[in-house]
């Protein structure tokens, strides 16, 4: 397994450690419910060093990358981010990716752990006939997630959501941005790998408290974020997942258009709240509560800490005009109201 600039910190924390897309990396260092509160009243600390991150470089960066994803990256900024999605020419999801624009012709696209050796792959396939370079980085990430992140990293009112800026952070030149997966404010530090020790200490003593992958996906759920492998596949379009917005139709030709035009889901993804002790896991059938017959699928479910019952994202058909269904939670029949997405605001 590969291991993070970071892993000699996670041991010294005494993390528990798992596999994760190839990686070692920490799943909780104490109680994954402690350090979802964390994030949620204070700040939590996350290593990212997992990520993905692929710089595209050169003279047609930005045409190449309206052509290749499925949003307009030519219209971002220098110093902004634009969330955005990588297609197959059938309109499935390939990945999800976080590109920001860090000069005039160089952009830097974070893909998930487990999809960045294809993302990589197929960029450079699509990238045939552009003058563009594409490169895999090696980089540390830090993110610092929470209402008191600003107090930690330092206030940045320069630093917009989804943007990014050069920055120095514990006498450490750094790539500082303003993104999150959390549902709170938040930051992403990226830096040399050789400086990320420092700069996790420097957060650490001025509040943040580590947090693993556990409490991680717990935070995304109740905020109503997509997870890739889940709510997002290659069997399953933007439109399928609400995030057709994401999608700039209007382009002449990007990867994947003719498909993405033509869709129309017969399913869609919603929020679900049971009040049971047992909660909606991913693969749970959804049924109809008047014919008991399966109207879709559970692709994330957990109880929320925040909330104090537990959520659940699932595909049910289009068609269906209910408020309440039924989920089969391991042969137990569970009454589940429909609600809207995130289940969370700050």
């Not at 010294?12 to 994030?39: C, I, K, Q």
């Not at 969330?83 to 160089?106: F, K, N, P, S």
């Not at 974070?110 to 980089?139: I, K």
Request: glycine residues 10%; hydrophobic residues 45%; charged residues 20%.
């Amino acid at each position: 397994m590969r291991r993070t600039a970071l892993h000699d910190v996670h041991r010294r924390l005494g993390a528990n450690l798992t596999s994760f897309a190839g990686w070692e990396m920490p799943l909780r260092y104490g109680s994954d419910v402690a350090e979802h509160h964390s994030v949620r009243k204070a700040a939590g600390l996350f290593d990212l060093g997992h990520m993905g991150q692929i710089d595209i470089t050169g003279p047609e960066a930005a045409a190449f990358l309206d052509y290749a994803l499925v949003g307009r990256l030519s219209a971002v900024a220098v110093g902004r981010a634009k969330y955005t999605m990588l297609c197959h020419t059938t309109g499935g999801v390939i990945d999800d990716l976080v590109v920001y624009r860090l000069a005039e012709q160089h952009f830097l696209v974070v893909a998930n752990a487990a999809n960045a050796p294809v993302v990589l792959a197929m960029l450079g396939e699509h990238s045939g006939g552009y003058t563009v370079t594409v490169t895999a980085a090696d980089r540390a990430l830090i993110a610092v997630q929470g209402p008191q992140a600003a107090t930690i990293v330092g206030e940045h009112p320069d630093l917009r959501y989804y943007a990014i800026k050069p920055e120095r952070l514990a006498g450490r030149d750094v790539l500082l941005a303003r993104t999150g997966y959390t549902g709170e404010d938040g930051f992403e530090i990226y830096c040399e790998n050789a400086d990320a020790e420092a700069i996790w200490d420097w957060a650490a003593a001025a509040g943040a408290a580590p947090a693993g992958l556990a409490c991680r996906d717990t935070l995304r759920l109740e905020a109503g974020m997509p997870l890739y492998g889940h709510e997002l596949t290659v069997r399953t379009t933007p439109m399928h997942a609400g995030l057709g917005r994401v999608v700039a139709l209007d382009k002449r030709d990007f990867v994947g258009a003719e498909a993405l035009r033509a869709v129309e889901p017969e399913s869609v993804l919603v929020g679900l709240v049971t009040k049971g002790r047992r909660s909606p896991r991913a693969g749970h059938a959804v049924l109809d509560p008047a014919t008991g017959e399966k109207v879709g699928e559970v692709t994330s479910g957990a109880p929320s800490p925040t909330l104090g019952h537990p959520i659940a994202m699932a595909y049910v058909a289009k068609s269906l005009n209910l408020t309440k269904l039924l989920v089969d939670v391991r042969g137990t029949r569970e009454e589940a109201d429909i609600v809207p997405l995130p289940f969370y605001k700050r």
